[in-house]
DNA sequence: CGTTCATGATACCGCTCGGTATCATCTCAT
DNA sequence: ATGAGATGATACCGAGCGGTATCATGAACG
């Protein structure tokens, strides 16, 4: 039961590369067919083939779909704060640069061919029932981006950094949905520069 | 479960209230269902059960789950056209008292216990086959929202009336989506304060 | 060597899905 | 009174769902 963690397999010769562990090669199947198609349009079937694995190396290395989900959103969840963190680092010391890096680095994720938006935010959607493992990873996820909006508006000398911060989250929604709705050259091309207006805007205390 | 609402047959009597068609009560039925628990959620099975009908009643006034899912979409999207008419129609000379009507009726009615933002997106996100029928509907809901939007800061005299309606339109997709995944004490509580600075900031021609 | 542990392969479970066929019933306008 | 149209009731279909049990294979490591 639970996390097996077996991690790779070293051989003694130091670089040929070795196959990743089915659990592996499942949680990377499941990611990204739960981004590109959606969480209840991927059945468990689809996932082990894609992984070429079987359906009971999935059940034998998570609890279920459920669980599968959570964690593969989990892994989205660190991986969009470790682009947070790298994106703000070269900016320690001034907050609107490093909010304007945040926006600008959006910006040019969503010009990607195949972005399909925030895959927490998408799986808000998706999951409507409340006790899916899931809601505590978007609860926990977007608890977090409104904090650290907040930090840095606050940071920026904002007068009320609590509006600004929540309007410039809103923004970074709206941004992810639009991108799917109308697509790159929708509404979305014109984050950064909404952003930057909101910011510029602000009375400061 | 459900009411049967067995209700009266009517008699020739004027008013009477007649029970609606089999048609309409799955319809709306499936407005509900669709809205509250998600499109891929919801079974014909239940739709019928809960309009109190059958299947085989809903399969001789809609083609099919698919065709059923665009149509509660078609009307949901004139819902909205009918709310936003209504919520522009006092302020036909002032469209900047007109975007922020909007933006409070929209503050309004995401303040409500159920509220589960917009449908419309919500299936955009869900729907992720481009030859759902109910794409087109998603495309050209979004298309005249940008559009009416671009109209009425035209009207406002903004310098650069795409820029700006477009970051209102990301603030509006935004709420939505927020309204979802932090509640309605979440940044969604502050969308008009951020549709106003939007607006105030914006430059005049 | 032999053991252990991950994985594959395959068959199966009960359930629900979207969708259809058939026949009975009920209401209404003629 | 009768016929027509709408609806209900029920049984069914093949497919896919999430999930499990069983047995075989194969590589790693003492």
Redesign the interface.
Same mark, same amino acid.
């Given at each position: 039961m639970v996390v097996t963690t077996r991690s790779s397999r070293e051989k003694k010769s130091p670089e040929t590369a070795a196959r990743p562990s089915a659990r592996d090669r499942i949680f990377d199947a499941a990611r990204e067919l739960f981004y590109?198609?959606?969480i209840?349009?991927v059945g468990v079937d689809s996932i082990a083939h894609e992984a070429g694995a079987t359906k009971m190396s999935l059940y034998r290395a998570f609890e279920g779909k459920d669980e599968l989900v959570a964690e593969c959103l989990r892994e989205s969840r660190e991986e969009f704060w470790r682009w947070w963190d790298a994106t703000v680092a070269p900016h320690a010391d001034d907050p609107r640069a490093a909010l304007l890096a945040l926006f600008e680095a959006q910006t040019r994720k969503q010009k990607a061919q195949n972005d399909?938006?925030c895959p927490i935010?998408?799986a808000?959607?998706?999951?409507?029932?409340d006790a899916h493992p899931a809601r505590e990873v978007?609860?926990d996820y977007?608890?977090e981006k409104?904090r650290r909006l907040h930090e840095l508006c606050s940071q920026l000398g904002a007068r009320d950094a609590?509006?600004l911060?929540?309007?410039l989250?809103? *923004?970074? #929604?709206? /941004?992810?949905?639009?991108r799917?709705?109308?697509g790159a050259n929708?509404?979305?091309?014109?984050?950064l520069?909404?952003a930057q207006? *909101?910011i #510029?805007? /602000?009375p400061r205390a």
């Open positions: 590109r198609q959606g209840r349009a399909r938006g935010a998408n808000a959607i998706e999951l409507t029932d978007v609860l977007n608890r409104r609590e509006i911060a929540d309007s989250h809103l *923004l970074m #929604d709206g /941004a992810c949905v639009s799917i709705t109308l929708g509404p979305a091309a014109n984050l520069r909404a207006a *909101l #510029d805007a /602000a």
